[in-house]
């Protein structure tokens, strides 16, 4: 859990980032309608999350900066025992006051009255693409718009103490249930069966939500990154590549691990396990300050092409290989992105000058080498079609190197055959 006081600390760094004589508004995420009237889960935004730790739909945040002071101002929605009833319970304003060390709490219908006190202000600051109508109209009223998401989201980048412990709590019980899966994989049951059984240990251990789809995908399915149906038949003899990660209290964990139906590699699979493998621990172990994502890439694209000239799915020369980026058809993603409240964590990685930002101390990044040779590739070697491999970890990057967050998830040939021969 974060305290009030860290939310507070942020607050009062973000106010500072604002210029003068200006005013800040950040809104809360809005219900989306799924069909008629059933709604998705609602989620907060996670940029008003980070400032307030405030779960309510229908709350604002707003910023009042002067050259004397600096005010808070939250907005949220009034008592109402009917929709309570319907909804659950609300904070309202006095308890609102109490909870936040904000300057003043006003229910939200009175937005548009407060924000008209401040229409004379030189500048506004707010998500430039927000469709809330009050904002929207409030903002005609200014000629300088700035994007408000730009600086909360750089903040973002480096995460606290509280934040890493919050992301290891997610990847502890993300461990449990890849452990589980592996234990519970058979040929003849089916993706969703382990889909469910995944999404199952992440509520039964307290999992808010899954972190994002659960990809679960048996043989040739691997090769489409973003599948989620999740409904085919575990097929003896073939990998299953699980991309599965629970949110834990708003923090998320982005795991991939790619096991064998029958709990045994075969050659060919081993050889490409083996090569991702390879690749995936030298390059967590460049990782330490400094050290740029774009190197880390261009690394993983190296170290991949390499391999593949060897096992004879890329033929011809290394440095015209690499030069036509031909690994990209079997490579075809990043090697990593930061991750946070938000999987793919809204944070940059350029600064204003669009210069790539290095890795510093506190700041959190999945690396997730992967390769994919669909079925019908006629240019790979027989044996190596229709696998698709990734391996992915969650690494805090530290003062001298990194930590594995993820590290007690089983990933070598050995560990996960003596796991699956267990049961
Ligand atoms: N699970 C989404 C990703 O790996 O980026
Ligand atoms: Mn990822
Ligand atoms: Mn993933």
Redesign the pocket.
Known sequence: MIKESEYKKRRDILGKKLRNNSIAIILSSEHKKRSNDTEYPYRQDSNFYYLTGFKEDNSVLVFVKSKKEIKTILFVQKKDAQLELWNGKRVGEKKAKKIFNVDKVFSSDRLTEVLDKYKEKKRLFFDLTCKDKRVKKFSKNFSKHEDIRKIIESMRLIKSSSEIKLIKNAISITTKAHHNAIKFKKPGKNEYELQSEIEYDFKKRGAYSDA?TS?VACGNSANTLHYIQNNQALVDGELILI?A?CEYDYYAS?I?RTIPVNGRFSKPQKDLYNLVLDTQLRIIEMIKPNILRSDLHKKSEELLTRGMIELGILKGNYKKLIKNKKHKKYYPHGIG?WMGID??DQAPYKDEKDKEIPLKKGMVL?I?PGLYIDKNDKNVPKKYRGIGIRI?DDILVTSTSSENLSEGIVKSIKDIEKMSSKF
């Open positions: 994002y990809i991309d990660g982005d991939t992105h999987v793919h999945t997730e992915e």
